[in-house]
């Protein structure tokens, strides 16, 4: 992505908040950073300032997927999106933040530890922070094609660990028809439909109102009684809403395919970097017009995983995510700040270590 080009202002907006109290800029950047795209917009982060300068990103035990998630993939990755939003909105302040992984341990509370230190001078306008508001994931259907110079983009973006490659279309009918088995199987279990509902908000109204989950329906306001009855409908005739076909459909039709991988290993390191790498490649998509949906069915869980690993031969995978254009759509709002910026400490168990 290339940078904004021409001369900065002479009273630049952001010298004011790299100039501010210590907890204004800290404010802003953990808004930033929580703009990331998270499953069922569960947003799982909290962050909490050791001190003026250091910042604890953790997980919110909460807000994890029991059925959805149950190794905590998908949590990292999110944690990573979020990590990546606040190291952009950082560095376009001129921070050039120091990172600790898991400086407790991978099994302790904290998923990074982060340093601003000290400001240099302000950079040129980092357009990628503009571009964290505007980035969507793609639920639907998406048009094509992906243009040479998107892939060539997205080839050279700088990838750390994480490992991207694109699915060759005769990859696709087994891709599609692993994942609309594996999602008509874990939608026929009735506490993965439990857990789906809890997240699952009747209106735009009360998506606005809790600020974090999925509308039922594209209405600002739905009657409460039919929103009932679409719940227990989903609930106990889970056969009228199989997303088989759907998900099948949807992948087939996909314009491309990419898959993230890390041959180096696989673990909450690994998933935290993947996270950032599919921030990266969203917001690179967000700045040429495009949207990228992601498939967490296919690497949900281990057994699935080794599935799309043998359809794929890739070691290793961690998301496979489709991509094109989408309808443009609002985005999902987020959490109030004070819910997410020095929280009341969790007294639910944390995630099992994965062996």
Same mark, same amino acid.
């Given at each position: 992505?290339?940078?904004?080009?021409?001369?900065?202002?002479?009273?630049?907006?952001?010298?004011?908040?790299?100039?501010?109290?210590?907890?204004?800029?800290?404010?802003?950047?953990?808004?930033?950073?929580? *703009?990331?795209?998270?499953?069922?917009?569960?947003?799982?982060?909290?962050?909490?300032?050791?001190?003026?300068?250091?910042?604890?990103?953790?997980?919110?035990?909460?807000?994890?997927?029991?059925?959805?998630?149950?190794?905590?993939?998908?949590?990292?990755?999110?944690?990573?999106?979020?990590?990546?939003?606040?190291?952009?909105?950082?560095?376009?302040?001129?921070?050039?933040?120091?990172?600790?992984?898991?400086?407790?341990?991978?099994?302790?509370?904290?998923?990074?530890?982060?340093?601003?230190?000290?400001?240099?001078?302000?950079?040129?306008?980092?357009?990628?922070?503009?571009?964290?508001?505007?980035?969507?994931?793609?639920?639907?259907?998406?048009?094509?094609?992906?243009?040479?110079?998107?892939?060539?983009?997205?080839?050279?973006?700088?990838?750390?660990?994480?490992?991207?490659?694109?699915?060759?279309?005769?990859?696709?009918?087994?891709?599609?028809?692993?994942?609309?088995?594996?999602?008509? /199987?874990?939608?026929?279990?009735?506490?993965?439909?439990?857990?789906?509902?809890?997240?699952?908000?009747?209106?735009?109204?009360?998506?606005?109102?809790?600020?974090?989950?999925?509308?039922?329906?594209?209405? /600002?306001?739905?009657?409460?009684?039919?929103?009932?009855?679409?719940?227990?409908?989903?609930?106990?005739?889970?056969?009228?809403?199989?997303?088989?076909?759907?998900?099948?459909?949807?992948?087939?039709?996909?314009?491309?395919?990419?898959?993230?991988?890390?041959?180096?290993?696989?673990?909450?390191?690994?998933?935290?970097?993947?996270?950032?790498?599919?921030?990266?490649?969203?917001?690179?998509?967000?700045?040429?017009?495009?949207? *990228?949906?992601?498939?967490?069915?296919?690497?949900?869980?281990?057994?699935?995983?080794?599935?799309?690993?043998?359809?794929?031969?890739?070691?290793?995978?961690?998301?496979?995510?489709?991509?094109? /254009?989408?309808?443009?759509?609002?985005?999902?709002?987020?959490?109030?700040?004070?819910?997410?910026?020095?929280?009341?400490?969790?007294?639910?168990?944390?995630?099992?270590?994965?062996?």
């Amino acid at each position: 992505m290339s940078d904004a080009s021409g001369d900065m202002p002479a009273t630049d907006p952001r010298a004011f908040l790299r100039d501010a109290e210590p907890q204004r800029r800290l404010d802003y950047l953990v808004g930033r950073a929580s *703009m990331a795209p998270s499953p069922y917009n569960t947003q799982p982060w909290r962050f909490r300032s050791r001190d003026a300068e250091v910042v604890d990103l953790q997980w919110d035990p909460d807000r994890r997927l029991d059925q959805a998630d149950p190794n905590g993939r998908l949590l990292f990755v999110a944690l990573g999106a979020a990590l990546e939003n606040f190291m952009i909105a950082a560095g376009d302040l001129g921070y050039q933040p120091e990172v600790v992984p898991f400086p407790e341990g991978e099994q302790g509370p904290t998923a990074v530890r982060i340093s601003l230190g000290e400001p240099g001078t302000l950079p040129e306008p980092d357009p990628r922070v503009d571009l964290q508001a505007r980035r969507r994931t793609a639920h639907g259907r998406l048009s094509g094609p992906v243009e040479p110079a998107v892939r060539d983009a997205l080839d050279h973006l700088d990838l750390g660990e994480a490992e991207l490659s694109w699915a060759e279309n005769v990859w696709k009918d087994a891709l599609a028809g692993h994942a609309a088995v594996t999602a008509s /199987r874990r939608w026929r279990e009735h506490a993965f439909r439990r857990e789906f509902l809890a997240w699952l908000r009747k209106d735009h109204a009360e998506l606005e109102e809790r600020r974090d989950g999925m509308a039922m329906t594209r209405f /600002r306001r739905f009657p409460g009684w039919l929103a009932k009855v679409g719940r227990r409908a989903m609930l106990y005739l889970p056969v009228l809403f199989d997303p088989e076909r759907k998900t099948g459909r949807r992948i087939r039709q996909a314009p491309a395919l990419v898959v993230l991988a890390t041959p180096a290993g696989n673990g909450r390191p690994q998933w935290l970097a993947v996270g950032r790498v599919y921030q990266r490649i969203g917001l690179e998509l967000a700045h040429a017009g495009h949207a *990228m949906g992601p498939e967490a069915v296919l690497t949900a869980t281990e057994s699935a995983r080794a599935e799309t690993a043998n359809i794929l031969r890739r070691k290793e995978p961690q998301l496979v995510a489709r991509i094109g /254009r989408a309808r443009p759509h609002p985005g999902t709002p987020r959490r109030r700040l004070h819910r997410v910026l020095n929280p009341p400490a969790p007294t639910f168990p944390l995630y099992p270590h994965p062996d």
